[in-house]
């Protein structure tokens, strides 16, 4: 299995505020990273997938970066609705493993 | 559209069974199409424990190998998740989840069902 560390586990930030969370795997795997939000009793929802590549509907402040084994999730300028909880996602092999998770609060 | 809908869960003591369905709508799940269950236990991160291919090859978790099995019903577009064997640490939220693309790419979820395992 590929090892799969996110941090930071939870934040304090402001709306307006640029927040980055950051991923690292054992091992590299190219682009075959994704990102995913989950709001409080909903789904997670899919914002980033092939390291920066914006899904459909996925406001632009959301971007992502990285190779290999570290990888980005950047949002620009926060917003109320982007309180929430985020985890990244190696899709390189089985078992496409998911992060620990950040939790994004308001300060 | 893609609209995916779970249903089937409950509470079931520890060594018992239990069937998840995932009603799906907006797509047809005999064509090119992966289907995957992918499990939260309360307060935790997300799993992928269970996917089925368009060519009817699956793949299991560790943590279920054996005691899970995944199907899928062409004739009436729904996906199943068999659960025998079951522990207390299979309590969790069970969501469906299409694959949209690449391999490992969950695309679209359904809403999850809560499955208990407690005495």
């Known amino acids: 299995d590929i090892q799969t560390t996110q941090s930071p586990r939870s934040l304090s930030a402001s709306v307006g505020d640029t927040v980055t969370i950051t991923c690292r795997t054992g091992?590299?795997?190219?682009?075959?990273f994704n990102w995913y939000q989950q709001k409080s009793g909903k789904a997670p929802k899919l914002l980033i997938y092939a390291a920066f590549r914006l899904q459909s509907g996925v406001p632009s402040r959301f971007s992502g970066s990285g190779s290999g084994t570290d990888f980005t999730l950047t949002i620009s300028g926060l917003q109320p609705e982007d309180f929430a909880t985020y985890y990244c996602?190696?899709?390189?092999?089985?078992?496409?493993?998911f992060g620990q998770g950040t939790k994004v609060e308001v300060k | 559209e893609v609209h995916l809908v779970e249903s089937g869960g409950g509470l079931v003591q520890p060594g018992g069974s239990l069937r998840l369905s995932c009603a799906a709508s907006?797509?047809?799940?005999?064509?090119?199409?992966?289907m995957s269950w992918v499990r939260q236990a309360p307060g935790k991160g997300l799993e992928c424990v269970s996917v089925i291919q368009t060519g009817g090859t699956t793949y299991y978790a560790d943590s279920v190998k054996g005691r899970f099995t995944i199907s899928r019903d062409t004739s009436n577009n729904t996906l199943y998740l068999q659960m025998n064997s079951l522990r207390v640490e299979d309590t969790a939220v069970y969501y469906c989840?299409?694959?949209?693309?690449?391999?490992?790419?969950?695309?679209?979820w359904g809403q999850g069902t809560l499955v208990t395992v407690s005495s």
């Open positions: 996602q190696e899709s390189y092999t089985p078992p496409w493993t």
């Open positions: 907006g797509l047809t799940l005999s064509y090119n199409n992966y």
């Open positions: 091992r590299g795997i190219g682009e075959s």
């Open positions: 989840a299409k694959w949209s693309g690449a391999p490992g790419l969950f695309g679209s």
